[in-house]
């Protein structure tokens, strides 16, 4: 009997929590808890996070072209520096033309060696190692786009590439300021370095480019967007309506035959069967004409075409001859000075 009567007031404390228990706010916008605020940033990844280091060595290799052999042997000892800093070992092959980062006991990051790996690939894709070395921190990201599978023709994939970087790099330079990002077209790749925001829209750019979409179009709606990012009540709302909307328009038509041929009328019939030499024969009556006959006519024949042709000739000898018409003399008028002095 005691055990129901101790049960009792568990019950009904605990419907006095669940009373006390404050109701969640339901109405509240999905967009603002899906905005970062402003100024925020991500706490940097230290030592205390991961003290006892990582259990398995990781390491990545990357080939570098021949013509990056002086630059990288250069600069290599500032590679090794930055690296080294967050405890990774990095190795310089010149006789097999290759890059390898590798993690020691020391590396408590375990995604430096990613960063480390990016490194490399934008050191051998001729991108600077100012610009590069940014790669190391945790605000940055890096793309590499592969461009040279997208057009095939080579002088079409030439011009887009150039259309890409536009007159004197001014096209790539406007690109640069409006995503915050470093841009660097080499061969058939394009390799870019900035924020995650930025990389975004360099990619859709770059392939829209290639697609035979001038970059300015993109352009325009990215300046646009800039401004727009500056309001605060816009920022939650679409921006379909703010942006233009751009027609696409076939210039190159295909072009057409001089000579067209027209389809003649299907017809279940088959087409009739030409006359033969001796149907004509038969027709005109020659058929019937002895030999001797038919000599004569054929020699008539060739004789009547003998004398055309020498008439045609003598009329175009005899056109040398035809004297040519002469204009008809002007006499002069009466009280000309020129005429007067000339018959004195």
């Known amino acids: 009997m005691a055990s129901p009567s101790l049960e009792r007031p568990e019950k009904g404390a605990g419907k006095s929590e669940y009373r006390n228990q404050k109701p969640k706010p339901e109405n509240q916008d999905e967009s603002e808890l899906l905005t970062v605020p402003d ?48 405890h990774v070992n990095a190795t310089l092959d010149l006789i097999e033309g290759s890059m390898t980062v590798c993690t020691t006991k020391k590396t408590f990051d375990p ?67 409006l995503t915050n990002c470093y841009i660097m077209v080499q061969g058939n790749t394009v390799s870019a370095i900035g924020p995650f925001s930025g990389l975004k829209e360099v990619r859709k750019v770059v392939l829209d480019t290639m697609k035979n979409i001038h970059p300015i179009y993109n352009i325009k709606s990215l300046m646009i967007k800039r401004e727009l990012a500056k309001d605060s009540e816009l920022r939650s709302q679409s921006w379909e309506r703010f942006l233009p909307q751009f027609k ?19 017809t279940p019939f088959p087409p009739p069967q030409p006359e033969s030499q001796i149907d004509k024969e038969l027709a005109s009556g020659e058929y019937f004409l002895k030999a001797n006959q038919k000599k004569r006519q054929k020699m008539e024949a060739i004789k009547a075409k003998q004398a055309e042709a020498i008439s045609k000739r003598q009329e175009e000898r005899n056109k040398a001859f035809i004297p040519p018409k002469e204009k008809p003399i002007v006499k002069p008028k009466e009280g000309n000075a020129f005429y007067d002095v000339k018959e004195k």
């Open 248 to 266: 696409h328009k076939n210039v190159n038509k295909r072009k057409e035959p001089k000579k067209k041929t027209v389809k003649k009328e299907y």
């Open 39 to 86: 100024g925020w940033k991500e706490p940097a990844f230290s030592k205390e996070d991961n003290p006892r280091g990582l259990l398995e060595e990781s390491s990545f290799a990357t080939l570098f072209p021949k013509y990056r052999e002086a630059y990288l042997k250069e600069c290599w000892p500032l590679v090794q520096k930055a690296l080294n800093e967050h």
């Open 111 to 177: 995604y430096i060696i990613i960063r480390a790996r990016d490194l490399i690939k934008l050191l051998a894709r001729s991108v600077s190692f100012e610009q590069a070395v940014r790669i190391l921190h945790d605000d940055v990201a890096c793309d590499i786009i592969k461009i040279g599978s997208l057009v095939r023709n080579k002088e079409r994939f030439v011009k887009r590439r150039q259309r890409l970087i536009g007159p004197k790099g001014s096209t790539l330079k406007a690109l640069e300021l």
